[in-house]
């Protein structure tokens, strides 16, 4: 594994908030990823809600905030793939645009990226 490998590795282990490749801080993740010359294949979204208003989330199921227990990741049915050659530049649009479509809703993107 190279030094750069390394280095993607820890910031995921460091940063990751559950077992999906999920993040606070997406735009950091990527920077990592695209500069150790990762990939991302897919997209799925979750959103960040409070548990007691998860009835009103585009999700359902999903992972406890660990830093805020009154919080969760909830799992929408937003997914998209494709990105395998996409520049880092299209894949940070494509998060914007979709960020900007549900502007009510508190969205964060997982990845699934190409190993």
């Known amino acids: 594994m190279t030094e750069m490998k390394k280095a993607l590795k820890e910031y995921i282990e460091l940063n990751k908030l559950c077992s999906e490749y999920l993040f606070a801080d997406w735009l950091g993740f990527l920077t990592v990823l695209y500069e150790n010359n990762g990939r991302v294949e897919a997209i799925l979204w979750f ?4 548990i007691c208003r998860q009835k ?8 406890l905030d660990k830093q805020n227990p009154e919080y969760m990741y909830a799992e929408t049915q937003i997914y998209e793939n494709g ?5 880092f530049e299209e894949v940070k649009d494509y ?3 979709t960020l900007k479509k549900y502007p009510g809703n508190n969205l ?3 990845f699934y990226i190409t190993e």
């Open 108 to 110: 964060v993107p997982a």
């Open 47 to 50: 959103e960040h809600i409070l």
């Open 83 to 87: 990105f395998e050659k996409k520049s």
């Open 56 to 63: 009103e989330s585009l999700g359902a199921g999903g992972y």
């Open 95 to 97: 998060i914007l645009a």
